[in-house]
């Protein structure tokens, strides 16, 4: 800012702005809610003030973008009350990203046998040691993980943007270490100095027990809360386990918030639900953004399948490529697992994939990775699973209950007994309640018309299917 402005902000407001400046903040305060303030508010300076205007600094342009765009009305607000209507806020960054400077080791807290230490067993990730593999340009986005892939690429190019923590929850093998890895990558690319942490909650868990046998809690303080500026913590169900650990990990990670780093989890379970975990750490998850993925449709693992055939080169015909995409749901290493298998095999016999040699390859390849049921499927192992999938009880479905939200799926039920069990009717009537043979038939003929005109529906017998196939 020019002298004039420093001068008359010295001059003329020094002794008025001050109090007037704690008012605004309280007022900010008031509006944000203290969790938010205090991530923030040590990163606004107030610089200047030039008439009716106010100038203040921060250290980031995602905090310029954070005040402007998020909290524009409480700012107007603090303004209002503790200035006038008609004063206004220039905000400017005072300096380029602070994780583009040199890392800055404070020799207070790290000895120099310390530091050697450090450098030795530093086991975590540099630019290195991402997968070179998992980036955004190789995840195939669809309506299943759009959200968690948008939110994953948005504090990759603007750490800390208010989403902090984000974190992302989804079923295994959907890509939640991809997109983990995906930000680590960006970030590199983007801030080469930048130091950013990829470890699984696991790691984290054993070196801080290791660490607190070995008497080197600052070691690893420095390597986890100083020489941090974004942490990545895969699969965080495991955190649960223990407390001393979860206490540490809760100070690391309140004190990496504090600081303006950022902090992205996974786990394959919402913070809700894993289990033991402290109330204040599971609080502090909830705050920041929670995204969840999803199983792919259809679609999304046709793309992926075509996307892996076409990078390595394989032809394969689209028949079979389908017939994997309907036979694997759940799972995309498994997905992508089927795939190579098929094709590891053809090169090795020379051979062409057809749609016949697919099958029984498949279905040995899903066999011996403990992926399918030998065992013949029972009509018990069918109401579980569709019971769970529409979330109502066993009892529920076998019920009289005439309500669509139990008729649906007891009717979805009985179709799937009778596709894949060699039951008779009267068989699968007396498994579900003792129905009558010919409620088992209308069942299946009501579903099995449905199915062709209805696509949702024809994904649910899709995906249940599929569900009720593995161990
Ligand atoms: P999770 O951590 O959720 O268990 P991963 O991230 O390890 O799953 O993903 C399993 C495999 O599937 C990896 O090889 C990953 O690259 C791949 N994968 C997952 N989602 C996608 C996607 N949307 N597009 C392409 N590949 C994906
Ligand atoms: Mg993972």
Redesign the pocket.
Known sequence: MPEAEQSNYKSEHSDKTPSQWNQFLDTFRDEIGTFEFQVFANEISLTGQKENTLFLDVPKPFHKDWLEQRHKDALETALTSAYSPNHSLEISVEQSMKSTEEPQVDDQTVSNDDKQTVNRNFPFANKTDFDP??TFA?????RS?QFA?NAAEAVADDPADGYNPLFIH????????????AIGHRVKQQWEQASVKYISAEQFMNEILRCIQEKKMKEFQYRFRKNVDMLLV??VQFLGKSDTTQLEFFHTFEELVQNGKSTVF?S?RPPNEIPKIEERLQSRFEQGLIVD?QK?DFE?RMA?LN??ANESGITISQEVVQYIASNVAS???V??GCLNNLVARASLDGQTITLESAKQQLSNYLEAQGLRKNEPISIEDIQHTVAEFFNISVPDLMSKKPTQSIAHPRQVGMYLAREMTNSSFAEIGDQFGGRDHSTVIHATRKIDNERGKDSELNGTVEQLKNKIKQP
């Open positions: 593999e998992l190789n995840f195939v986005v669809g993980n892939y989804g079923d295994v093998g959907l890509g939640k270490t991809h997109l983990l890895q895969d699969d996974c394959d993925i792919p999304t992926i996307k892996e799972n995309i290493r997905l992508k």
